[in-house]
């Protein structure tokens, strides 16, 4: 399926939920289609710990769904994050791997492992139980509440094509994007955060 | 293997870390902190998580300091000079504050020679990223411990705290 429509689905659906994308296309990606500033960590040049940062968000916040965005290129840096997840086993943590075959970052590099990797089984074999892959929007649109609603720790691969064009970076600098996301945390229930909390007259 | 002495050390930074506000440790050993990381994981004030990379304990921290936890990711030496990348690019570039525990391998004392990088590099290298370190080299030292946290928090960056061998070890 087309990368964008992929997104585009999956910021249509996942209106509610706290969402990490890691560096390159994901983030670049959510942020063109969705102009979000508040419930998006944009963890640019995460080099595959986008999913275990949103796994320490989880634990904290275990009424939140929270959804990482891994590229197939990170899970192939760290494919032991499933297991520290699965020891975790944290029921609000989604986790989707983008395997497109390509480093989206950097030109849409090839890279050389996309032909040799079979993702979700090695979701399986680190004891993952709810795996999910997904290579049609249809089959997206269908499965999608399935991983996302019923509570449990869940994994998917998304197969999509490269974006094949280059996008800028969300235009917000770090502390930015740590307040904005912070505070939204806070505004919305969830824990005190930063040691001086805003009380807006 | 622990002696009573390195129990007594492991307990006493175990029980600062609770009193400070920590409440999420990662960890990946290293020989001279499994009596501490056995402790951390046996103590209910504790959420001890076991990872397989120390870049995943500043990765998992991380995140976990957006959901108002205190965190502290303790590791080997060897292991903090692998998180270069991952602090920087993370904790500097957001600002967010974490606490990192590390054994101070190579100093004087250390008789593992294949410790000598660290030795040489460990300590230039967290200067090289201006990191703010402190040394936790006596018993007395280890309530520094709940100064490094706060001072974290304060300065919204990392800091570190390095135990001597002795100190684990109760000689000092």
């Known amino acids: 399926m087309r990368f964008e429509d992929c997104f585009r689905l999956l910021a249509g659906r996942l209106k509610d939920d706290i969402i990490v994308t890691s560096a390159g296309n994901c983030s670049e990606l959510w942020w063109e289609i969705t102009g979000e500033t508040e419930r998006v960590f944009y963890l640019e040049a995460s080099m595959s710990l986008a999913s275990l940062f949103a796994a320490g968000i989880a634990i904290g916040a275990p009424e939140r769904t929270v959804v990482a965005f891994s590229g197939d290129g990170a899970f192939c840096m760290n494919p032991g994050m499933l297991l520290v997840e699965r020891q975790l086993a944290l029921p609000n943590l989604k986790h989707f791997v983008i395997s497109n075959g390509v480093y989206g970052s950097t030109n849409d590099l090839g890279h050389p492992f996309a032909e040799l990797m079979d993702y979700a089984a090695v979701a399986k074999a680190a004891g993952v139980e709810r795996v999910y892959e997904f290579s049609t929007l249809e089959g997206l649109g269908q499965g999608l509440d399935d991983m996302i609603k019923v509570p449990g720790h869940a994994f998917a691969v998304l197969h999509v094509d490269p974006l094949g064009r280059h996008l800028p970076s969300p235009p917000l600098d770090g502390p930015e994007v740590k307040f904005r996301f912070g505070r939204y945390l806070e505004r919305t229930g969830g824990a005190p955060i930063f040691d001086a909390p805003l009380r807006p007259k | ?172």
């Not at chain 2, 390195?6 to 902190?33: H, K, M, Q, Y």
């Not at chain 2, 004030?45 to 502290?72: D, K, M, W």
């Not at chain 2, 303790?74 to 602090?87: D, K, R």
């Not at chain 2, 294949?114 to 200067?127: C, T």
């Open chain 2, 1 to 172: 293997m622990s002696s009573p002495s390195a129990d007594t050390v492991a307990r006493r930074i175990v029980d600062v870390s609770a009193e400070c506000g920590i409440s999420l440790v990662a960890s990946l050993p290293d020989g001279w902190i499994t009596s501490l990381i056995s402790q951390y994981a046996g103590d209910a004030r504790f959420r001890h998580v076991a990872v397989n990379r120390e870049e995943s304990a500043i990765g998992l921290c991380s995140g976990a300091f957006f959901s108002g936890i205190g965190t502290f990711a303790l590791m080997g030496a060897s292991g903090f000079l692998t998180c270069i990348y991952a602090i920087t690019k993370i904790n500097y570039t957001y600002q967010i504050p974490l606490l990192i525990g590390i054994t101070l391998r190579g100093r004087p004392g250390d008789r593992a020679k294949f410790h000598r990088s660290n030795g040489l590099y460990l300590e230039p290298v967290i200067a090289a990223i201006d990191m703010p370190f402190i040394p936790i080299e006596r018993s007395e030292d280890i309530a520094e411990l709940a100064t490094a946290y706060r001072h974290s928090r304060v300065m919204s960056r990392p800091v570190v705290v390095g135990f001597t061998r002795a100190v684990l070890r109760g000689e000092a």
